[in-house]
């Protein structure tokens, strides 16, 4: 079983660039979420959705986007990548929030 | 926002002994989920331990057992015969009941176990 499938695992970034961080889930979950996760801070929330079509702002949404086309796929993406988007990316799924379950993140660098 | 805080950066403990990692909690929701989830350093988030608010009863998986106190919003994990594989980064999070919130999780910074030979 895949379950939640994030790529890339690892990626260094210049200043300025831009890149899509990939979600995909075969479990056919309703929502799904974008953490990030700095040193000593625990997870937090960037983006999530509750279906195809719908999302919403989390705690900390500034310079991210996101889009929901399929019940799938949940692709993050970052525009104009700056030193304090460094850091590890987890991507999430639940079925109503019962569990989530957890994609093994990318850990991003912006240098 | 609810909070969720973990007080011990670190913890450490002997293999086959017994640790209990501590969390509170802040809310005016009368009915929320509660969960420990492990890190260890393949990054991996692996879900320990649920607690739904509206149960008295403290949850138990095999050597993790909660001792939830939902009037003091206190929610720790006791770790009985603790073995090598436990160490890892734990995680306490908080999610609300209600769908407004999207059902997403509110984590604390985490308690760093160490469990020595």
Redesign the interface.
């Known amino acids: 079983n895949a379950g939640v499938t994030q790529t890339p695992k690892f990626r260094i970034l210049k200043i300025g660039q831009s890149m899509t961080l990939q979600c995909a889930q075969d479990m056919n979950h309703n929502?799904m979420?974008w953490?990030r996760q700095d040193p000593?801070?625990?997870?937090?929330?960037i983006y999530?959705?509750?279906g195809a079509g719908i999302t919403?702002k989390?705690?900390v949404p500034n310079g991210y986007n996101v889009s929901r086309s399929t019940t799938e796929d949940f692709p993050l993406r970052l525009e104009l990548a700056a030193p304090s988007q460094t850091s590890?990316y987890?991507c999430?799924s639940?079925y109503?929030?019962l569990?989530?379950f957890?994609g093994?993140?990318t850990r991003l660098t912006v240098v | 926002a609810q909070t969720v805080t973990q007080s011990q950066p670190e913890m450490s403990v002997q293999e086959a002994e017994t640790v209990t990692l501590s969390c509170t909690y802040d809310t005016s929701e009368s009915d929320y989920y509660l969960f420990w989830y492990k890190q260890p350093p393949s990054r991996q988030m692996i879900l320990v331990i649920r607690q739904e608010a509206y149960k008295q009863q403290n949850a138990t998986e095999n050597r993790f057992s909660v001792n939830f106190q939902k009037a003091a919003k206190s929610f720790s994990l006791k770790i009985s015969d603790s073995q090598l594989g436990d160490a890892a980064m734990y995680f306490c999070a908080y999610r609300s009941a209600s769908v407004n919130s999207g059902y997403a999780l509110n984590f604390g910074k985490g308690t760093s176990l160490l469990v020595t030979p």
């Open positions: 929502y979420y953490y000593g801070m625990g997870l937090k929330l999530y959705s509750v919403d989390g705690e590890v987890f999430a639940s109503h929030g569990e989530a957890f093994q993140g």
